[in-house]
């Protein structure tokens, strides 16, 4: 049975990983958590907020992912797309998903991101 999702696992391209930091960190707010040192070889980097993991992994043949995306709950979602926007973050507002504001936005290396909030 499954009772939670542990994280999610994003790809990003080799050296990447000073751009991933600045980003998730000061403009998202999470905390980059270490990794196990055998898997810490591989390079990419974690984040954490709260319960929510996300995980950056080195691919040598990195594409990023234009439709497949984590959802992350925000509160406060116009603040925090205000935050995003400051940073130099583009953020594009879609209303079809009843019941929520949400708005998509993307990682330094093009991965998308939806952040969302129940209205």
Known sequence: MI???DHVQLAA???SEE???GYYTAVLGMTEIPKPPVLAARGGCW???QAVQLHLGIEPD???ARKAHP???VTGIDAY???LKAHGAPVTW???LPGHRRFYSEDPVGNRLEFLEPR
Request: glycine residues 8%; proline residues 12%; aromatic residues 8%.
């Open 81 to 83: 797309a205000a935050r």
């Open 47 to 49: 984040f954490r907020a």
């Open 94 to 96: 879609d209303d079809d």
């Open 71 to 73: 959802g992350l709950r």
């Open 3 to 5: 009772t939670a999702v």
């Open 19 to 21: 751009r991933l930091r």
């Open 13 to 15: 391209p080799p050296g």
């Open 62 to 64: 990195f594409r990023p």
